[in-house]
């Protein structure tokens, strides 16, 4: 967190949180730091907000989002300005440290922050606290992500979620556009750039890791996912009309709502063959190794024997990544008794991995189920069938789920269509990015 006080002038707090809760490292802080207005950021890889002294003034900058250039901004700005980099472990440098270096390469701040979201590839919504207290805050230029303004008697607040607002006393003001650049002062709200006309807004949001209260251009995460179970259920409905299911269960946290929405639809009831428990692993803690997050998922996990001995399940998930945790959970289930197990997927296969946000649940294209599946089936060749394997009604497309059946052990599988995502969405699907599930930007 970074905060900005008139006496004492900008003030700074990095903690690591990976293994305890935010509250308990930042509990005693907001005592401690002294101020009109304040930056903060949860980041997975670099530490910051960052302090910066540079001929603009001095200010604290965090950054959201996956830069894919960087090293060849870190050698244009090298070669341009000379200078260094503070380096990190086998050299890599912090992308908010390239990002302050964008902007200070400019006259203004506003010139800066709009050459840093020209030169970028890839994906950063900009926060940066002067030192004169004002906040510039700039989405990334394809919207990728929302930045969203409330407002209260006292002034404004800026957030990624919206609903952090609630509890906190703002009510919504604006939402940024794709590439907008606004200060924001103690009385008003100063565009600095106006909104670009494209947007790519990431339908991820919404199906996977957005907060079940938020809002992103207007459409709230918890009723997309409702609207979402509904739709998958009505194609069952009409495809699989003789499916026997006593249960339609979701894994938590989001695929639950997927499956209210499933069940709502199908007249089949919910249950909770699985309950999250936590108190052992808080909520922030998500170690970055594969096999250790593995380990924490499965501990997270408690099933309820009487509700999957002798009972035919569904579970909906939020997607289908590796497959390596469901093959876990679907073994589990049928040693404990499960009759059988059907899976949906809430999101179509995921065939590419992301390559605009810091949002990795696959090292590598190849672990994706879906994508390492195709490749065997085809070769170099896979990339050019992907909308057939993605389509349940094409040979491939059955193909590929009857695989993943054999594979897990499932009795069905089935996955949303990219229609029925950006149904559920509600968005112009030319807003909406869906790379990782078509491969076309
Ligand atoms: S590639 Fe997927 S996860 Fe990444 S921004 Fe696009 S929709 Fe979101």
């Not at 994706?368 to 050019?384: H, K, Q, V, W």
């Amino acid at each position: 967190m970074a905060a900005y006080d008139k006496e004492i002038g900008l003030q700074r707090e990095i903690h690591n949180i990976e293994n305890s809760p935010f509250r308990t490292k930042f509990v005693n802080i907001h005592k401690d730091m002294k101020g009109t207005s304040a930056i903060g950021c949860i980041s997975d890889f670099d530490p910051q907000p960052l302090l910066i002294r540079s001929k603009l003034g001095v200010y604290a900058i965090a950054i959201v989002g996956r830069i894919l250039n960087q090293d060849a901004l870190i050698d244009k700005l090298l070669s341009d300005y000379s200078g260094h980099f503070d380096a990190m472990t086998s050299g890599a440098v912090n992308s908010t440290e390239i990002v302050a270096a964008l902007i200070n390469s400019k006259k203004t701040y506003t010139e800066g922050v709009e050459f840093a979201q020209s030169v970028i590839e890839g994906t950063a919504s900009i926060i940066l606290l002067k030192d004169d207290g004002n906040i510039i805050v700039a989405r990334d230029r394809l919207g990728r992500l929302p930045v969203v303004i409330g407002k209260n008697d006292e002034g404004f607040a800026v957030t990624f979620e919206s609903f952090a607002f609630e509890k906190l006393g703002y009510a919504d003001h604006s939402e940024l556009g794709p590439g907008e650049i606004v200060e924001i002062t103690p009385t008003e709200i100063k565009q600095l750039k106006e909104p670009g006309k494209e947007m790519r807004i990431c339908s991820f949001l919404w199906s996977y890791y957005g907060y079940p209260t938020s809002n992103y251009e207007g459409v709230n995460v918890e009723v997309m996912r409702y609207r979402n179970g509904h739709i998958m259920a009505k194609r069952d409905k009409a495809t699989n009309p003789d499916m026997k299911v006593d249960y339609v269960c979701g894994v938590p946290d989001s695929g639950i709502p997927h499956a209210i929405g499933y069940s709502n639809e199908s007249g089949i009831p919910f249950a909770r063959a699985f309950i999250k428990y936590t108190p052992t692993w808080s909520r922030s803690f998500m170690p970055t190794d594969q096999t250790q997050r593995n380990k924490v998922a499965k501990m997270k996990l408690i099933a309820v024997p009487e509700l999957i001995k002798d009972k035919d399940l569904l579970f909906v998930d939020d997607s289908v990544v590796r497959g390596t945790q469901l093959r876990e959970t679907v073994e589990f289930l049928l040693e404990s008794g499960a009759k059988s197990v059907n899976m949906r997927s809430a999101c179509p296969p995921i065939m590419f991995g992301c390559k605009f946000l810091n949002f990795s649940r696959a090292t590598s294209d190849m672990e994706l189920i879906a994508r390492r599946i195709m490749f065997e089936l085809e070769g170099e060749d896979s990339l050019n069938y992907v909308d057939e394997y993605s389509n349940p009604d094409t040979e491939r497309g059955k193909k590929l789920r009857q695989i993943i059946c054999d594979e897990l052990h499932l009795t069905s599988i089935e996955f949303q269509t990219i229609e029925g995502v950006i149904a559920a969405i509600g968005l112009d699907p030319s807003k909406l990015c869906t790379y990782c599930w078509t491969g076309k930007e």
